[in-house]
């Protein structure tokens, strides 16, 4: 379906204004894919074993049973806030809408940095797990970054991934849906095949420890759920993607629904990390567990299924599965990232060039450009730039979680007639906020698990003196008047 254009009566001196508009044709089950697909990437392969080591199995799970809850209330405020905004870029209208620009400008800017830097980080990681899938492809190294080499093997996969996950952006909403849905149920067939010769060849002694350290339980308990949780909310972001590309809902797709499909990828991904610290529990006893990870394999729950069971195939498994992971991850935050940056320009908080449409495939071809730039890049910079990306993607999207609960509990109060087809309770609200400021003083308080690095810090406030940047070059325009950007950015919800 061909989007129209739009155009509105604005001021005597102006007879119209023209807002571009995405095509209209994601469903419901594209949503739950863009969502539940952009959430598990390839950490799960990296990480699980720590989970274990550091937590036990029990204190893993739990950690991630009660991380989703505990995210649940920020889902919901999500939901509330997307059902009753549905439109291209998410926290751009929501924080426009109960702030005004200033606040929705670096708010939507230091976010993007989230999903920009994502897309790096994924090339990087597909190069290195191709050569961990095919070993005999390995090259000598070009040159060394950071203590870590870089070869044609690493550079290459990476490259191509970055160009095919352009070029399906590039080609429409619907041809992106489609790969992100196929791609999920790829990596769900081959997670529940694995798993299954985990639960049916395991054995359940190996679940001992179920918490980690020695001494009363009071003490081990909490401890071991402490040392898992305060990861819980980066390996459970995704569902965020669902807001940024709301306003290419299908007709059918009712606002509720979209509420209802950010809410259930938060519950559907906390079952499946659940699922996969119970089934690596299942495989190995902790001893063996940790002369895996002492050898610093990059990949160690393939090793896992290698060693214990002697299944090579079920360890090839893990390996495409991460595969799958890694593309679903880049595409559906490539696609949110490019949503976010085409609703800025489109606002006027960013030059207009973001907000180009493409002519046919109806795609924001400008955005999609400048973060497959980022993309590629990422291959030739190697495993250097991996840590750094993830630190400092992580806290500025849990400073915009926070920014939005407030946007959400500003507008009960300065909008209560706006209809909220997904509506929740104020205590909610109020809890949500309180996880939202436990999770940033995670990232700042010095001394806490997730405290940000100089290096970190200097990326964040690069890329903010960046956006300022194109934010001024777009302001000193002066052609927008109030009522103009207002419609701009919140449509016919203004």
Not at 124 to 150: H, K, N, Q, S
Not at 259 to 267: D, F, H, K, Q, R
Not at 404 to 422: F, I, N, Q, S
Request: charged content about 10%; glycine content about 10%; hydrophobic content about 55%.
């Amino acid at each position: 379906m061909k989007p129209m254009s739009s155009t509105v009566k604005i001021d005597p001196g102006r007879t119209s204004i023209k807002r571009e508009q995405l095509e209209r044709v994601i469903s419901f089950q594209d949503y739950i894919a863009i969502g539940f697909g952009a959430m598990i990437g390839v950490g799960w392969v990296m990480y699980a074993g720590k989970w274990l080591e550091q937590g036990g199995v029990l204190g893993a799970a739990l950690a991630f049973v009660l991380g989703g809850l505990l995210l649940v209330p920020i889902g919901k405020c999500y939901a509330e806030l997307t059902s009753a905004l549905p439109l291209a870029g998410g926290e751009v209208a929501f924080t426009y809408k109960a702030f005004g620009p200033a606040v929705s400008f670096m708010t939507a800017w230091l976010l993007s940095l989230n999903y920009v830097a994502v897309a790096p980080f994924e090339t990087i990681a597909i190069g290195a797990l191709f050569e961990a899938i095919f070993p005999a492809l390995a090259r000598e190294a070009l040159y060394t970054l950071g203590g870590y080499p870089v070869a044609w093997s690493t550079i290459l996969p990476g490259v191509a991934a970055g160009c095919w996950v352009v070029w399906i952006n590039w080609r429409g909403a619907k041809d992106m849906a489609r790969f992100q849905t196929l791609v999920t149920a790829g990596l769900l067939i081959c997670t529940l095949l694995f798993c299954a010769a985990a639960f049916l060849k395991g054995d359940v002694g190996n679940l001992k420890p179920l918490f980690a350290g020695t001494g009363s339980l009071w003490v081990t308990v909490p401890a071991s759920i402490a040392s898992v949780i305060v990861v819980v909310p980066f390996f459970l972001s995704g569902f965020d993607c669902i807001p940024q590309a709301a306003e290419e809902a299908g007709l059918k797709v009712q606002p509720r629904k979209l509420g209802t499909a950010i809410v259930s990828v938060l519950l559907v991904g906390t079952a499946f990390y659940v699922i996969i610290i119970l089934a690596l529990g299942l495989s190995t006893d902790s001893t063996k567990l940790s002369e895996i990870l002492a050898q610093k394999a990059m990949l160690p729950m393939a090793e896992v299924f290698r060693v214990s069971f002697g299944y090579e195939w079920a360890a090839k498994l893990v390996l495409v599965a991460a595969l799958f992971g890694l593309l679903t991850t880049l595409n559906g935050l490539f696609m949110a990232a490019t949503r976010l940056l085409f609703a800025q320009g489109r606002g006027g908080l960013l030059p207009h060039w973001f907000a180009a449409v493409h002519p046919v495939h109806h795609t924001p071809m400008n955005a999609i450009l400048f973060v497959g730039s980022i993309a590629i890049i990422g291959p030739f910079i190697g495993k250097t730039g991996l840590s750094v990306i993830v630190s400092s993607g992580a806290t500025v999207f849990t400073m915009a979680l926070v920014i939005t609960v407030a946007a959400a509990l500003r507008l009960r109060r300065t909008c209560p007639e706006m209809k909220r087809p997904y509506r929740i309770g104020l205590p909610t609200m109020w809890l949500a906020l309180l996880v939202g400021v436990f999770l940033v003083l995670l990232m700042v308080v010095p001394g806490s698990p997730g405290q940000l690095g100089p290096t970190e810090f200097a990326v964040i406030v690069i890329w903010a003196s960046t956006g300022v940047l194109f934010n001024y070059l777009r302001r000193r325009h002066r052609d927008l008047s109030i009522r103009e950007q207002n419609y701009l950015i919140l449509g016919a919800y203004k």
